[in-house]
């Protein structure tokens, strides 16, 4: 059995970034598939509470969101990197841009077209996870405007691979590219026939045919309980505290998403990165559990 678990499910975008990250590197991974809609119990057992996708377990440490994920994956795996060296700005840039900015064209470019076709008991899931309705005759409204987005998105890259190359930067596929990529494959996947190739975009189709072709890695299936027995039997990794996050060492915090899915994780701090928070959990039947946020996009407060 592979030691990295992801959970996630198949049309879940921001899983595939990870899953592209995962092919680049040509890692074995268990795949563990989780519900698309709460409830999802095994999933927030091991959490504490967050229910986006994906989470990654590796033993007792579970990592939320999918930009913490690749940099963990990065950190323990630095073969094929990631974040190659004298690219790591336009890596992060390309990342934030797709998942903050194509993601938002993306959203009402598919569901303002199949929305009709959409399951009642998903939309009323995704109510409660952004707060907010799920607007479909407003989305159906902004769906060719968005579409036009989404085009004028793939034009960036296009520009940027008339220099670069075969990918983003440079010869050799990364993050920039498998962050690129899923926007427009969640398009490509969900709503057939609406954005399927750019042929007057040079370049764009024959790089995303590339990205696509990168694959997964070595992927096989692990069962959610199977999953809850690797934590039960795992230790966290020793965790380490920036000296100016000190103050909080030991203490009881919560910690969540500032945007959606804002539920929160209550632990105790036990660890930070410039770029993590780390609380550790004692669940019943399982033990101690170390969960890590990113602290982009994530609050802290006393718990
Ligand atoms: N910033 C998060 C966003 C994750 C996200 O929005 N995931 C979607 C699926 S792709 C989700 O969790 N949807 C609600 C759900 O599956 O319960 C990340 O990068 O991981």
Request: charge should be neutral.
């Amino acid at each position: 059995m592979s030691d990295i678990i992801l959970h996630h499910y198949d049309t879940s975008p921001f899983s595939e970034k990870v899953r592209i990250c995962l092919g680049i590197k040509n890692l074995a991974w268990s795949a563990v598939d989780q519900p698309t809609i709460m409830p999802k119990p095994d999933l927030t057992l091991l959490t504490g509470g967050y229910r986006r996708i994906p989470v990654l377990q590796i033993g007792g440490d579970i990592y939320c969101d999918s930009q913490l994920i690749v940099r963990e994956l990065e950190r323990r795996f630095p073969q094929k990197p990631l974040y190659p060296v004298g690219c790591q700005g336009m890596v992060n840039a390309i990342e934030q841009w797709s998942d903050k900015s194509v993601f938002q064209s993306a959203v009402p470019a598919i569901f303002g077209s199949i929305g009709d076709r959409v399951d009642p008991a998903f939309v009323k899931d995704r109510e409660a996870l952004s707060g907010q309705p799920f607007n479909l005759v407003g989305m159906k409204a902004v769906a060719p405007f968005a579409l036009g987005q989404i085009k004028a998105h793939a034009a960036l890259l296009a520009q940027q691979l008339a220099d670069s190359g075969a990918f983003l930067a440079g010869i050799d596929p990364c993050l920039a590219d498998a962050a690129a990529y899923y926007n427009f494959w969640f398009v490509r996947s969900f709503a057939p026939g609406l954005a399927d190739r750019f042929d007057d975009l040079a370049g764009f189709d024959a790089w995303y045919d590339r990205v696509k072709a990168i694959g997964h890695g070595q992927r096989k299936s692990l069962s959610r309980s199977e999953a809850l027995d690797v934590a039960k039997v795992s230790e966290p990794e020793a965790s380490t505290i920036l000296a100016s996050d000190i103050d909080l060492k030991d203490k009881t915090v919560r910690v969540a998403a500032t945007d959606y899915g804002r539920d929160p994780i209550i632990g105790v701090f036990v660890g930070s990165t410039p770029y993590s928070l780390t609380v550790a959990r004692n669940v019943p039947d399982l033990g101690q559990i170390n969960v890590h946020v990113p602290r982009l996009g994530y609050s802290l407060s006393m718990g």
